[in-house]
């Protein structure tokens, strides 16, 4: 039971535009969700989070929004640098739970 | 950086043999995890740690065992390795993981295991 769906395996965006990924998840229990980033060879570090009282939480050029009726989650980079070229997890948690659910991952890619 | 260090980072065994992987912090932290990534499953949880001694199994815990015995060390055991658990293995920390007080987790850079 996938609870933590992403939209789209994989990204391609131009240098300065905007990114946006997505992730669906079906436990309306959620109240809690992140998205990390992992580049090759590394572990995934985290990029920004969100609790479900709010709908949107930015961070310099990471913003994340959630639409909790539509139990949806994206991140929005914007400007895309070549930098970002990475696979991104969104993650989602439940009031009193220790345990984190991850998402497949999606695969940004910024050229250029 | 959170000091977490995953010990061996590379590793291939045969089908059948034991394997243990560990998984060291400096951080003090309460809360441990391992999670295998597998290309179109993202990463999934096996067990996890809340304490010494106290463990709890994830998603995906069948073959696979653990062990705390120490607050800087968690041990993932695959007592009879298969092709199917060839994998990349991440060890995380959390002092007090999302669901409690909105805290995130911090990944070690992973190992990675091939039972051939």
């Known amino acids: 039971d996938q609870q933590v769906k992403k939209n789209s395996p994989s990204l391609s965006v131009q240098e300065g535009r905007i990114s946006i990924l997505n992730c669906d998840y079906t436990n309306s229990m959620f109240d809690y969700f992140l998205w990390y980033k992992k580049y090759p060879a590394e572990g995934p570090t985290f990029l920004i989070s969100?609790?479900?009282?709010?709908d949107k939480n930015e961070d310099g050029r990471f913003t994340v929004f959630l639409n909790k009726s539509a139990k949806h989650l994206s991140l929005h980079i914007v400007p895309s640098q070549p930098g970002d070229s990475a696979v991104y997890f969104c993650?989602?948690?439940?009031?009193?739970?220790?345990?984190?659910?991850f998402g497949k991952g999606m695969k940004l890619t910024v050229n250029p | 950086d959170a000091g977490i260090t995953q010990s061996p980072r590379h590793k291939v065994t045969e089908t059948g043999t034991p394997v243990t992987l560990r998984c060291h912090q400096t951080?003090?932290?309460?809360?441990m995890y391992w999670y295998r990534q597998d290309p179109g499953h993202g990463l999934r949880l096996i067990h996890y740690s809340y304490g010494v001694k106290d463990t709890d199994k994830g998603e995906v815990s069948d073959g696979y065992s653990v062990s705390r015995s120490k607050t800087e060390d968690f041990l993932l055991t695959l007592e009879s390795a298969t092709s199917s658990q060839t994998s990349v293995y991440f060890c995380?920390?959390?002092?007090?993981?999302?669901?409690?007080?909105?805290?995130?987790?911090?990944f070690g850079s992973g190992t990675q295991l091939s039972v051939l």
């Open positions: 969100i609790s479900s009282i709010k």
């Open positions: 951080e003090n932290h309460r809360y």
């Open positions: 993650a989602a948690s439940q009031g009193g739970s220790e345990k984190l659910v």
């Open positions: 995380a920390i959390s002092e007090s993981p999302g669901g409690v007080t909105n805290e995130k987790l911090f």
